[in-house]
């Protein structure tokens, strides 16, 4: 019955679509595109009705050899995919509920129903990716918006000083218009509007460019790179690629990148503190608590796990989704100078009083003169709103002088030299995570590096291989006895966080992870030793591992093939062979271990240090005591010793060269023995032939550990490599070196070597070998790993530090110049030669496009031939109080005589008088710049062409001040100037140059000029 009735819907089916088909003759052209897009919506219900119909009833058509099936199936249907939903996830691990867990069969009944694989992990083809992130979510957060341009507006506003001009520009416009009428009278008030809202406009998009700039850096710090294994294969993929089903594998130092479940994993402790506060590391195993939260550490151990809920649905991500990134710090640098901005507008702010009440005074006593000549105020002759007109116009003169004198633009200098200098170091392989290392990292007198991967290239290859007493350098496989060639298969093979992927084809080529030691170790037992790691695993059982550090600087595992067990260690060649009371030599026959036997195999643990070869032990025992839980660690037998090549990186020498002739000392922190120590160190020029008569240079961490405190800091200076050091030992030379009064810089990579990054004035961590822990307690990442680019920051730092010193000295130059003519010309004259519009002006200029020329000049070698500044060096030196006294003297000279004598020397009008007074003034500043440039080279030329933003600006404020004096006569209150006096303006500014170049061959003490009268009181 029920296929009668399909056949008859079938045939209903046809008739309409063979009825739509037919369009009729008579429709117009838009008519007809209606009917087509009916029918294909038409059809594609019925393809989609019959599909269902085939899926769902096998047999129901009879199926030809053409016969196909389409199941359109809509997004949200995705989740009938996967055995579990996303809600049943959530609650899993959240509520770390192990009922939950166990009903759906444990790890790896998840795994099943997640439909991934623990060992192959999912399949990496962009569809199933794609599936799974539209049903689960993807790995990113939504973050609070960034501020707006509105916001950065607002806040301008929010200036004293800015809101006091808005409230004198309303009252200079509302008596204007009443006094002149709207078509003249705006001219006053609307000019100091124009003014201000265009000092507003620039300042807050300085500040939301650099709040973006800020943004960006966000982003990049928060996208770490995670292991996962894909078709098999482990391979590193940003965190914000992960998903639901992705099996993760994680190391000491990771951050733990989503909620998951542990479904793989050995000795895994995690630390919470940053979801729960509690700073116990929490033990995650397969037997109790096997739950993992996103945005944790793993402090111990490593593991695999299954990633159950990404983004929005981790606790981390619904918190992360409320915090926005703060920059607002405020680096040591910027709180000295809000002190120096609070002393300069403390001046200003008397010497804006002091005009005001000249002017008040010169004004009621009938002392000032209009242009006509007539008095100003005639008692009760004069209009109010004349009086109260004078007065606002006084009230704005003097409160323009406070704009003036207060540098608003030190805090907009410190923030684009470092927002630029920040942009451009991540160009120079730098990121920087706290904005105050920028400066610090200038002042640095020491750098603590290590050697692995900053000075070396850490690209890891065995080079060398000894079994017994007896170096094997080819085949060796062939030439040793089966029984310890398939002792190392399993050494390597379960001794081990690295991991071998070879795809399928006998043509295809080994793919090997983990660390550059372990990967070394794997491709030489691969190619060397023939071992097939996927078979070596499949006949083991881990029983126990103990995971390496570098406190022990080894690694062990426990394992079991049917019923015998066997411990292996693998590990710093010294350390393992301590342990170790026999041997195999190369036929595979167990020998003692005598005294000379062992001093020779020192002697060959010391030959290849010699050659910068790292030395990796094999040692195993057939017997653990009965133990499960720990690992044999005496009475071993010693399977062979390896020697690894890591070469230095090209350049290093040069950096360290370039650091040492700037003043910064190199020092070389390594867990390698003291030979390989030695040799790179004297490779790469961090040992010279001068320290060979130094017995401190070189020593052992336990060496430098053993000493009294009061020793450490007598020798510490001295020590130029340590060898065999833990973080403990990195960590106590930083403190004797702060205590020392050195300002510290420190490098490291593992997680043990956060205490010593926090400690360290600058904390450097690296970006590639880097664990997520060091890179969270440092400062700067260094993303290529490589010394040069440590150098690179120094400049970096110093650059900072000098840009500012230039602005500074630009500034004051016309703080001091501003101050002194205005209040001289009001006490004197009863008026200020330079307008509030025309001070506006100069403050744009001096602030703003400022700090834009001289904030972003790029660092020079220069540079490097300065000693460091130390920590409590006066900001402003006695070379920059040289150079802008001489030209502050000379612009108030030039300007002065302008005021007083201008009109009789010229023979021009008053307004003319003061148009040139103020174009003198701009013209002054944009030639000062140049001089500013450089605080001690007489060649201020030097590298100009390299620098278009700062051309740019000068051209920028030259064409400004044209337009300003010829087109915007009634708005800047200025006349328009002839050729002539235009002629003079310039020669009268240009002559700052040679001013400038004569004073700098004037010689400065090095002692602060401060420092004198210090001494002077306390006497």
């Known amino acids: 019955m029920s296929t009668n009735v399909s056949s008859h819907a079938e045939k209903n089916n046809l008739v309409g679509v063979e009825f739509l088909l037919e369009l009729p003759k008579t429709l117009s052209k838009s008519n007809k595109k209606w009917q087509v897009a009916f029918i294909k919506i038409y059809c594609s219900r019925t393809l989609l009705n019959c599909a269902k119909h085939a899926i769902g009833k096998p047999g129901l058509f009879p199926r030809s050899l053409s016969y196909t099936a389409i199941d359109l199936d809509h997004p949200q249907d995705h989740h009938r995919d996967f055995k579990i ?10 509520n770390k509920n192990q009922e939950k867990l166990q009903s759906l069969g444990g790890p790896n009944g998840l795994v099943s129903a997640l439909k991934t694989n623990t060992r192959l992990g999912i399949n990496e083809e962009a569809d199933e990716i794609q599936r799974r992130r539209s049903t689960f979510g993807s790995n990113t957060y939504t973050r609070p918006p960034s501020k707006s341009l509105i916001h950065f507006v ?136 096997t739950f993992l939260f996103s945005g944790t550490k793993v402090a111990d151990g490593f593991g695999k796990m299954v990633v159950t809920s990404v983004g929005m649905n981790t606790a981390w991500g619904q918190m992360m989704s409320h915090i926005s990134r703060d920059t607002n710090e405020q680096t040591p640098l910027q709180t000295r100078l809000d002190k120096l901005t609070s002393s300069i507008g403390k001046v200003g702010l008397l010497v804006a009083f002091l005009v005001l009440l000249v002017l008040l005074i010169r004004y009621f006593t009938g002392s000032t003169k209009d242009e006509s000549g007539k008095r100003e105020y005639n008692g009760k002759n004069t209009k109010s709103d004349e009086i109260v007109n004078a007065v606002v116009e006084m009230v704005a003169a003097a409160v323009t002088i406070i704009v003036v004198a207060i540098p608003e633009g030190l805090p907009l200098a410190v923030t684009l030299t470092l927002a630029y200098s920040m942009k451009r170091m991540m160009k120079d392989q730098a990121m920087v995570r706290k904005l105050s290392a920028c400066e610090t990292m200038g002042s640095a007198t020491t750098i603590c590096t290590d050697k692995t991967g900053t000075l070396t290239l850490n690209q890891m290859k065995v080079t060398d291989s000894w079994f017994g007493l007896e170096s094997v350098k080819a085949s060796p496989s062939s030439t040793l006895s089966r029984k310890v060639v398939e002792l190392f298969h399993q050494g390597v093979a379960m001794n081990t966080t690295g991991s071998v992927f070879k795809a399928k084809g006998s043509s295809s080529e080994y793919e090997f992870s983990g660390s550059p030691t372990e990967k070394a170790i794997l491709s030489w037992a691969v190619g060397e030793l023939k071992m097939d790691m996927e078979e070596v695993i499949r006949e083991h059982e881990v029983v126990h591992v103990e995971g390496f550090n570098s406190e022990k600087k080894r690694s062990g595992v426990l394992i079991k093939k049917r019923r015998e067990i066997t411990v292996h260690w693998k590990g710093a060649a010294e350390k393992i ?66 020697g690894i090549k890591d070469p230095c990186r090209p350049g290093v020498k040069k950096a360290v060269e370039d650091c040492q002739f700037a003043g910064v000392n190199i020092k070389m922190i390594t867990g390698d023995n003291i030979f390989t120590a030695r040799a790179i160190a004297v490779e790469c020029g961090i040992l010279t032939p001068e320290d060979e008569t130094n017995e401190d240079a070189v020593l052992e961490g336990e060496a430098f550990r053993s000493y009294t ?184 000279s030039v300007l002065l005589v302008l005021q007083f004598r201008g009109r009789s020397i010229f023979g021009v009008t008053e307004r003319v008088k003061n148009t040139l007074i103020f174009n003198t003034f701009v013209l002054c500043q944009v030639f000062n710049e140049f001089n500013a440039r450089s605080l001690e080279k007489k060649n201020v030329f030097r590298g100009l062409h390299k620098n278009r933003l700062f051309v740019g600006i000068i051209v920028v404020t030259v064409v400004l001040q044209v337009v300003m004096v010829e087109f915007l006569k009634r708005f800047a209150d200025t006349e328009r100037l002839n050729w002539g006096q235009w002629g003079v303006c310039l020669a009268i500014a240009a002559a700052s140059w040679p001013i400038g170049w004569l004073v700098k061959s004037v010689p400065v003490p090095e002692k602060h000029f401060f420092s004198y009268l210090k001494w002077k009181k306390r006497s």
């Open 709 to 892: 405190h009061q020793q450490r800091l007598e020798k510490v200076e001295r020590i130029k490599v340590m060898a065999r050091s833990s973080p403990f030992d990195k960590l106590l030379m930083v403190k004797c070196l702060k205590e020392l009064g050195h300002v510290v810089a420190v490098t490291g990579d593992g997680t043990n070597d956060a205490p010593a990054l926090k400690e360290a004035d600058i904390g450097l961590s690296m970006g590639i070998q880097g664990t997520e822990v060091a890179k969270e307690s440092s400062d700067i990442v260094i993303l290529d790993d490589n010394f040069a680019s440590v150098a690179t920051v120094l400049k970096w730092g110093r650059c900072v530090y000098n840009n500012i010193q230039k602005f500074i000295q630009f500034q004051l130059t016309v703080n001091v110049a501003a101050l002194v003519i205005n209040f001289v010309a009001a006490v004197s004259a009863g008026e200020v030669p330079l307008t509030a519009v025309q001070l506006l002006w100069v403050n744009l200029i001096m602030d703003t496009l400022g700090a834009l020329a001289l904030a972003t000049e790029k660092p020079t070698n220069d540079l490097m031939k300065n000693k460091p500044v130390g920590r409590t060096a006066p900001l402003i030196t006695n070379v920059m109080w040289r150079n802008l006294l001489a030209q502050a003297f000379y612009q108030i």
């Open 154 to 289: 607002i806040e301008a506003f929010k200036d004293l000083t800015i809101l006091i001009l808005l409230g004198c520009a309303t009252l200079s416009l509302g008596f204007g218009i009443k006094e002149h009428g709207l078509k003249e009278g705006w001219y006053d008030g609307g000019s100091i509007f124009v003014a201000v809202f265009l000092v507003v406009a620039v300042s807050a998009v300085s500040n939301f460019r650099q709040n973006r700039q800020f943004d960006k850096l966000s982003k990049v710090s928060s996208n770490i790179k995670i292991d996962v294994v894909r078709n098999g294969r482990r391979q590193e993929i940003s965190i914000f690629d992960i998903v639901v089903g992705d099996i993760i594998c994680l190391n000491i130092g990771d951050q733990v990148p989503a909620d998951g479940v542990l479904v793989e994993g050995h000795s895994l402790h995690v630390d919470e503190s940053s979801m729960t506060g509690e700073s116990d590391h929490v033990e995650v195993n397969l037997n109790g608590n």
């Open 85 to 94: 939903d996303q809600e049943t996830l959530n609650d899993l691990v959240k």
């Open 577 to 642: 062979l301590a342990m170790c009371s026999t041997y195999y030599d190369g036929s595979g026959v167990v020998r003692e271990i005598q005294e000379d036997d062992k001093i020779q195999f020192e002697n060959i643990i010391q030959s290849m240090a010699a050659k910068s070869l790292r030395c990796i032990a094999f040692a195993y025992s057939e017997d653990n005591d009965g133990e499960t839980k720990k690992l044999k660690e005496e009475k071993l037998s010693l399977l062979g010793i390896v």
